[in-house]
């Protein structure tokens, strides 16, 4: 799927077509393909996102899996479309299926043989980490007015290798019982933005120019 939030709302058209058309036409391969099968029916995990929860009221903090959803940009609303569409394959074709709702994914392979390579990057570690590799670059915060104990936004982390460890036991559940399910993939603890830079400036031991934007 594409996955830039700002992209989205500039060029809804490839977002839709993209992951709500795309989706669609590998469900359709899918279903073909259970109906010729006798047992052992193809089950599905879905990449969902907390994009689709929008802007949760300050009650609804910690978010669970059955707070409102109601995206706020083309992004989010493709998730929860396809999200929509897989429980209704699943009820018309009995396809299994999983659906995770990441939160903010970060980190790599604790090997270092596999990490993060976005062109154009826009997650807020890896922009840090080429800051500090580049003494002369600046990190931008983008909002410094949030409603938060610093003003910048605060945000659920988690390591792509728990997100890893998630998907092997959602495949697992599913193998085993069937049905639908649905989870929110996070720790339940925050971090502003803030804090996330000043973490690496104590652990590289370096400074870093730091740009507010509103």
Do not use: W
């Amino acid at each position: 799927a594409y996955a830039y939030v700002g992209e989205s709302v500039q060029n809804p058209s490839k977002y839709y077509n993209n992951n709500v058309v795309g989706t669609i036409n590998l469900l359709d391969c899918i279903v073909k393909e259970n109906l010729e099968r006798i047992e052992n029916k193809i089950p599905i995990v879905f990449s969902s996102t907390c994009a689709t929860y929008g802007t949760p009221k300050p009650e609804d903090i910690p978010i669970n899996e059955n707070c409102f959803q109601n995206p706020i940009n083309p992004y989010g609303r493709s998730k929860l479309m396809i999200e929509k569409i897989i429980k209704d394959y699943g009820k018309a074709y009995g396809l299994s299926s999983v659906i995770f709702r990441y939160f903010n994914a970060a980190g790599a392979d604790p090997k270092g043989d596999l990490g993060e390579d976005h062109t154009p990057e826009t997650h807020l570690i890896p922009l840090i980490l080429e800051a500090l590799i580049n003494k002369n670059k600046e990190i931008k915060i983008f909002g410094t007015d949030y409603q938060t104990f610093d003003g910048t936004c605060i945000r659920d982390f988690i390591h792509v290798s728990d997100l890893g460890d998630a998907h092997v036991l959602g495949l697992e559940k599913i193998i085993s019982n069937g049905g639908s399910k649905t989870y929110n993939l996070g720790t339940g603890k925050g971090h502003s933005v803030l804090e996330i830079i000043n973490i690496a400036k104590q652990i590289s031991g370096e400074e870093l120019s730091i740009k507010r934007e509103k």
